[in-house]
């Protein structure tokens, strides 16, 4: 059973589009929701991340949606540039428990300029 | 601060063999954890450890063996290497505010 579903698997964008990314949780005792960027070759960077009581987090141009009662949450990246061509990566986990992180199958957003 | 660091970046195995990978950080970091990336199949937590002297399974344990005598090194032994074991290997490593952090991979490859 996978617990964290992710879509779309890739995407592409103008340059200065909005991105969306999409995903989907099982698991109600996971109470971390990090987005992760990986660029190819290198290991996965934290991007943002959320928590439950909060509905919304915004870093730049990053914003996080979160839905408890639809178990979903979603980045949005606005202002896409091809420099934000990578592959995104949602996760959950339990309070104090991010190693035992569930993943995400991942999303490759390509940015066309 | 090197951060996470991983050796080797790229191994070639025939199966049947074993070999160790390394993992070592230098943030003070209680939580380390492996994972290994497929094609389409985002990452898969291997084994993991809370601290010195504690490890535990992952999702996908088995055919893997882990041990944690320091807080700095993790390492990720293969026992016995299958052509379904190729795969790119992440090493990462967190505190209690539950960032965590990544190596920059090991690529391996079993004929």
């Known amino acids: 059973q996978q617990q964290v579903k992710q879509s779309p698997q890739s995407l592409i964008v103008q340059k200065g589009g909005i991105s969306i990314i999409n995903c989907a949780y099982e698991n109600t005792a996971f109470d971390y929701f990090p987005w992760y960027q990986q660029f190819p070759g290198k290991g996965p960077a934290l991007l943002i991340a959320?928590?439950?009581?909060?509905s919304e987090k915004k870093e730049g141009r990053f914003t996080i949606s979160f839905n408890k009662s639809a178990k979903q949450f979603s980045l949005h990246i606005m202002d896409s540039q091809p420099g934000d061509s990578a592959t995104y990566f949602c996760a959950a986990s339990m309070r104090f428990n991010a190693g035992k992180s569930t993943f995400g199958d991942g999303t490759t957003l390509t940015v066309k300029p | 601060n090197a951060g996470v660091t991983q050796t080797p970046k790229f191994q070639v195995l025939k199966t049947g063999q074993s070999m160790t990978l390394q993992c070592a950080q230098d943030m003070n970091h209680e939580y380390m954890s492996w994972y290994r990336q497929d094609p389409g199949m985002g990452l898969r937590l291997i084994h993991y450890?809370?601290?010195?002297?504690?490890?535990d399974q992952g999702e996908v344990p088995n055919g893997y063996n882990v041990s944690r005598s320091t807080t700095e090194d993790f390492p990720l032994r293969l026992l016995s290497a299958a052509p379904s074991q190729t795969s790119v290997y992440f090493c990462?490593?967190?505190?209690?505010?539950?960032?965590?952090?990544f190596g920059p991979g090991t690529r391996l490859l079993v004929l």
């Open positions: 450890s809370v601290g010195a002297g504690i490890t």
């Open positions: 959320i928590r439950p009581d909060v």
């Open positions: 990462a490593s967190g505190d209690r505010q539950e960032t965590q952090y």
